[in-house]
């Protein structure tokens, strides 16, 4: 079992940064690739960035690559998402998500935990 838990969103003007976190309980962290979604009002959860377990693989959506960075520290059992040059369109409630798979997906089914998310809007 692992538990997710999402923090540092909220308000910023476009052109500006956020850094978001997600904390994972449990001693396997490591084992799991994560991912970040996101979903804004009456949208679908989409998918925003991925790293494998060890770091050494990212993916990113189209629409946020070059602006934003996934990373991860697993002695401190955390996913990271830099946000940078901002835009009213990445306003949406962001979840991490571990995935226990071995081959990249960016599919919303194949992740096995979720957090519960955490706000980003971004004014024009």
């Known amino acids: 079992q692992v538990q997710l838990v999402e923090s540092g969103g909220g308000l910023v003007q476009a052109g500006g940064s956020l850094r978001l976190s997600c904390a994972a309980s449990?001693?396997?962290?490591?084992?799991?690739?994560m991912a970040w979604f996101r979903q804004a009002p009456g949208k679908e959860r989409e998918f925003v960035a991925r790293?494998?377990?060890?770091?050494?693989?990212?993916y990113y959506a189209d629409s946020v690559k070059g602006r934003f960075t996934i990373s991860r520290d697993n002695t401190k059992n955390t996913v990271y998402l830099q946000m940078n040059s901002l835009k009213p369109e990445d306003t949406a409630d962001y979840y991490c998500?571990?995935?226990?798979?071995?081959?990249?997906?960016?599919?919303?089914?194949?992740?096995?935990?979720w957090g519960k998310g955490t706000l980003v809007t971004v004014s024009s």
């Open positions: 998500a571990a995935d226990s798979g071995t081959i990249p997906t960016m599919s919303r089914s194949a992740m096995d935990y």
């Open positions: 449990g001693r396997t962290f490591s084992r799991y690739a």
């Open positions: 790293i494998s377990w060890s770091g050494g693989g990212t």
